[in-house]
């Protein structure tokens, strides 16, 4: 007797890891999913997907995925049905509030999840339970961008589109390492390269790009503003701005000018270790193309001087015109796949949904009357100030939904004290990690492949992710389990559904005004999408949100890690990622990916270590002012001498130990770039 063949069913949706927004064609029998094919036609990524989006998504229904609520009782986590983890959560929220008002507690959203789970998010914390303190890990990746941009241009976001590559005459890349953390496009920028177009390159490693570069800037971690100031004195000396676009677009230029001539390049190359001729030329490259475009991701964000810098990159991409046309722009590669999404949905403490003031009396009155409850007029709790306020005792309740904070911000011991503080700790995760383990109440959420909404990606394309599997039985999908909370906190709110949702976003946020869940077809919109549906490849093109574009300058000043410990602590550690792990690793450890790259690894660079009688292998007793790791070594010229480079993808090694949470004046983003570590051969392994 012959058995029947389920057909095979295919769903399109996208890719869940980084910002690229690949989309991807999910074949699934029986209920299981097969495998990941990339489809031809997807204007993100055209037929090509990674490592990690392909083949990295056996996570779903892995033996270790949480399939139950959980409360934590006598130290031991206990079974409970989602009607007790409920009621549990309701009354310790109601009596904590009651005790010690709504600024008592917090919430931290999930630049994973879909943009109408961020909304609802963030909703809850302000319209439900009357806080602002609501943030996501924009916080610890692109808030310096997303300040910075909106200084200089009015907002945040990519200016151009990734398609542009193929209307460039030169690249710049600073701070990012594409070909492993967003391959895709990684991948376009060497091809581009390898066509002979010029690629400057600008990082203190030799990362795969470097191979492809005409330039590479391998400059000391923590000097960027420094570089670019230089970048932007040659483009003044050699008389290359484009005066026109300066004085029809721009403004604040004068002053500017004055500041950046009264610069001393000899001292400049003394700080960045950049041979001051190669960048003027590479300076030179960049301001003579016809159409620039420059990309950075988060060796430009995560210093303390992060937001400066951003600054100065939008002021490169004015003074020479770049901007507003095809091939051109600031385009950060953004990290996680919605972390765009997450804070357009207002998933920050200083603006609500559609990056609206919530200070702003006019702002104020609009939320209140759009959700129904008085939303508070101060600014919120950010991520490294709610941290603060939990050891201060002042914070008493968090809801961290898919962050594992303790293995990836910085300076574990002092995150681990902060919510070890708390009275209340909710973690919505798929699996048990690090900040779960100290959850009062850990609540099992659902995955991308079982969950419908849309992710936006970092040229602000707004994508339908699909339901391709049923959530695992004992789970629910993220967006549901925030609905229940808030009904149970006697908010009415209709059962999760992306389009009904979606329609209430394109109601608050100024720039979805014409997005519609049955309108975005398989390639999506890119926003600002106006009533009528037209989206937007390119912004600022006839002039910026904010009218004129500004020019800012600023002195580079040493990072205070470098001032205060560098003396002791006379190497530099700076953190970074591998191609086949994703941030924490908590899905991609869990794939066949691990036995690619089966842990964390020390780059050193050979002088170094054979001054310390380091082999290949050996284990590195790493130390810096936060406390100490051991992590093995991997000998290799890709850094330079007194620099060493590694991941925190493995919660064995826990790199964030030593990392420092000195954070970017500005956005309080952590400086993961900076460690003054001192490091002595630890043991064979
Ligand atoms: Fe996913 Fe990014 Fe890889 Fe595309 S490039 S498949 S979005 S991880």
Redesign the pocket.
């Known amino acids: 007797q012959s058995k029947s063949i389920a057909a095979t069913e295919t769903t399109r949706t996208v ?8 989309n ?1 064609e999910v074949s699934k029998r029986n209920g299981e999913i097969l495998s990941i094919q990339a489809p031809f036609d997807a204007e993100a ?1 055209e037929g090509h ?6 083949y990295a998504f056996k996570f779903y229904d892995h033996p270790d995925r949480l399939r139950s609520p959980m409360i934590k009782r006598n130290g031991e986590f206990e079974e409970v049905s989602w009607d007790e983890a409920y009621d549990f959560i309701v009354d310790n929220f109601k009596s904590i509030r009651a005790e010690h008002g709504p600024d008592s507690l917090a919430g931290i959203s999930s630049a994973r999840t879909p943009n109408e789970e961020n909304y609802l998010m963030q909703k809850f914390m302000r319209a439900v339970v009357g806080t602002n303190n609501i943030d996501c890990c924009a916080r610890v990746c692109h808030s310096p961008t997303a300040l910075g941009m909106q200084r200089s241009f009015g907002t945040g976001a990519a200016t151009n589109s990734i398609e542009d590559i193929q209307h460039t005459e030169c690249i710049l890349v600073i701070g990012a390492n594409p070909t492993d953390a ?4 990684g991948a376009k920028i060497k091809q581009f390269a390898m066509k002979g177009n010029p690629l400057i390159v600008v990082d203190p490693r030799k990362i795969e790009l470097v191979k492809y570069a005409k330039y590479h800037l391998q400059l000391r971690p923590g000097t960027n503003v420094a570089l670019l100031n230089m970048m932007l004195y040659y483009i003044i000396k050699e008389g290359l701005e484009d005066q026109e676009f300066i004085d029809s677009r721009c403004e604040g230029y004068e002053e500017f000018k004055e500041n950046i001539l009264k610069l001393d390049m000899d001292e400049m190359e003394a700080i960045t270790g950049v041979e001051k001729e190669l960048v003027r030329e590479a300076s030179v490259a960049y301001a003579t193309a016809k159409a620039a475009m420059e990309f950075h991701g988060l060796g430009v964000t995560e210093h303390s001087q992060g937001t400066f810098a951003v600054m100065q990159i939008a002021d490169l991409a004015m003074i020479t015109g770049n901007i507003g046309r095809k091939g051109v722009g600031v385009n950060p590669l953004r990290g996680q ?1 919605n972390v765009q999404g997450a804070a357009d949905m207002g998933a920050q403490p200083h603006q609500g949904a559609g990056y609206l003031d919530v200070t702003d009396p006019e702002i104020n009155h609009r939320y209140n009357t759009f959700y129904g409850r008085n939303v508070p007029d101060h600014i919120g709790y950010k991520i490294p100030e709610m941290f603060d306020a939990a050891i201060k005792g002042d914070l008493k309740a968090v809801w961290i939904i898919g962050e594992d904070v303790v293995q990836t911000d910085p300076n574990t011991q002092k995150v681990i004290k902060a919510l070890s503080n708390l009275d209340f700790l909710i973690v919505q995760e798929l699996f048990m990690t690090e900040t779960a383990k100290l959850a009062t109440v850990i609540l099992p959420g659902a995955s991308f492949l079982e969950k419908n909404g849309t992710f936006t990606n970092g040229e602000r394309r707004i994508q339908r992710v699909k339901q391709v599997v049923e959530p695992l039985e004992g789970t629910k999908a993220d967006g549901q389990i925030i609905i229940d909370i808030m009904n149970r906190m006697g908010y009415e709110q209709p059962d999760y559904s992306p389009d009904t949702m979606l329609e209430e976003i394109s109601q608050i946020v100024p720039f979805f005004k014409g997005v519609k869940w049955d309108e975005l077809g398989d390639n999506g919109k890119q926003w600002p999408v106006l009533e009528d549906g037209t989206d937007s490849k390119i912004i600022h093109i006839e002039e910026f949100k904010r009218g004129k574009g500004k020019f800012h300058y600023f002195d580079f000043r040493e990072s205070q890690e470098i001032e205060e410990n560098g003396k002791e602590y006379p190497y530099i550690i700076t953190t970074n990622r591998e191609l086949e792990h ?1 941030n924490c690793g908590a899905m991609t450890r869990r794939t066949g990916n691990v036995e690619i790259l089966t842990e964390d690894l020390l780059m050193i660079n050979p002088e170094d270590a054979k001054k310390h009688g380091i082999d290949d292998e050996d284990f590195v007793c790493v130390e810096s002012p936060r406390g100490k790791v051991d992590i093995k070594a991997r000998v290799t010229d890709e850094v330079k001498p007194g620099i060493l480079s590694s991941t925190f993808h493995f919660p064995d090694i826990m790199l964030n130990n030593i990392t420092s949470d000195i954070h970017d004046s500005e956005a309080l983003c952590p400086e993961y770039k900076v460690v003054s570590v001192n490091i002595r051969k630890a043991r064979k392994v």
Do not use: M, S
């Open positions: 890719c869940t890891y980084c910002g690229v927004g690949c991807l990524n997907t990674c490592l990690k989006g392909r967003h391959p895709v496009t796949n994703y």
